[in-house]
């Protein structure tokens, strides 16, 4: 299936008809089905004492699997192929200009058994463990994305709206006065996504959008997030999963694919890894050769030195468990090289080099606590949406070489 990369980056969002072809779908709603059953068990059995019967599925808003794949068998095992198909993983890798796409998230969002309304209005974005919205964006337009999300409808879905083109521009202020009065409300220029069974909305997840009913239609719709292994950038949502035991329920050609993006996984944390170690001992030349590795597009570089400064940060965690980031214990979600890393630095050197990037990250920082609406965040001292001015990567070296 042929996209165009131009309109997505114009709109923020696409649409792919029939993006479950006619006839795979019945056979997607069986499996998907049986999924929710087994869910619903665990949720069942462990239940606290105080919730009802039936647990998250009575009391969620969207009932959500929250990993799919680790619920498969041999007899359900389409649901996560499908997730390999042309028409998903296929379409990521055009958007993304990546030779590769893996898919980290496998979601699957349900309708509540009692109508529970509007949710808030929302960028999937939170700065004190990413970077500032209008670098990811500036990061966006001049490379590709390095992020997508998907809803794919199993039945007729028109509960995400998304206001088009907001993904290339901050919040504006009269959005900012009505999501500060009522986020649960449609926002000026937002339109719904309206998606037939079958359909699927790829989106970047920067872009304001608004799950704007949560009622007991009936909701069957996958949610999937991929990253790019070989694109033009270093994406902001970086983390892998490296447990492959479902993949053993695959055929031969996906459980090699799986495979395949987890040893681009484990490559790029070599890269990352030497890439710190030439921060430690001031090798400019080596940090300019790692990040061109990790960030291969020349303009907007500096964001990956952003997202690289928030995994030394996770790493101080391991050693330094009392920290937390804008008073948080779940920093850095999206992030999950810092596992893989911290084992091959002393702590002295993860001090070390995070002092390689105190003058970056004060410079992401303000005095006076930040907030504006629309964000996964609450109050901190990091920028919401501006990136600092004049500082980019010969700044950032130069700023411990001395």
Not at 206 to 233: A, D, E, K, Q, V
Request: aromatic residues 10%; proline residues 6%; glycine residues 6%.
């Amino acid at each position: 299936m042929k996209v165009n990369p131009q309109q997505f980056l114009e709109d923020g969002f696409v649409i792919i008809r029939e993006c479950v072809p006619p006839k795979q779908l019945d056979k997607l709603r069986d499996s998907f089905e049986i999924l929710v059953e087994r869910q619903k068990e665990i949720w069942r059995r462990n239940r606290n004492p105080d919730h009802p019967p039936g647990s998250t599925w009575e009391t969620s808003a969207q009932p959500r699997l929250g990993a799919f794949n680790a619920l498969i068998d041999e007899t359900t095992a389409d649901t996560v192929e499908f997730c390999l198909h042309e028409n998903t993983m296929g379409v990521c890798r055009q958007l993304m200009r990546a030779k590769e796409a893996g898919a980290q998230n496998m979601f699957f969002m349900c309708s509540p058994v009692r109508d529970h309304g509007p949710a808030h209005w929302h960028r999937d974005i939170h700065p004190f463990d990413q970077a500032p919205l209008c670098s990811l964006e500036i990061d966006l337009l001049l490379n590709a994305p390095g992020y997508l999300q998907w809803n794919i409808a199993l039945y007729d879905d028109d509960v995400l709206w998304v206001i088009p083109k907001s993904h290339r521009r901050a919040n504006t202020e009269a959005e900012n006065r009505q999501l500060l009065e009522n986020p649960r409300i449609p926002l000026p220029k937002g339109i719904p996504v309206k998606l037939k069974a079958g359909d699927g909305v790829v989106y970047t997840n920067t872009i304001l959008h608004w799950g704007s009913n949560y009622s007991r239609t009936l909701r069957r719709t996958i949610h999937l997030g991929y990253r790019s292994f070989g694109g033009p950038i270093f994406p902001y949502v970086c983390h892998f999963h490296r447990d492959l035991g479902f993949t053993k329920y695959l055929s031969p050609t996906a459980r090699e694919t799986f495979e395949r993006h987890v040893q681009l996984y484990e490559k790029e944390c070599d890269v990352i890894g030497s890439t710190f170690r030439a921060i430690i001992d001031k090798n400019a030349q080596a940090v300019r050769d790692g990040l061109a590795v990790l960030h291969p597009g020349e303009r907007g570089r500096i964001v990956c030195v952003i997202l690289l400064s928030k995994i030394v940060f996770k790493m101080r965690l391991h050693h330094h468990p009392e920290m937390h980031a804008g008073g948080s214990s779940r920093y850095g979600g999206d992030i999950s090289q810092d596992k893989d890393l911290v084992s091959c630095f002393s702590r002295e050197e993860i001090d070390t080099l995070w002092k390689r990037f105190a003058t970056l990250d004060a410079k992401l920082q303000s005095a006076v606590e930040q907030y504006t609406p629309g964000f996964q965040a609450q109050r901190m001292h990091y920028f919401f949406e501006e990136m600092p001015a004049d500082f980019d990567v010969e700044d950032f070296i130069a700023s411990w070489k001395t």
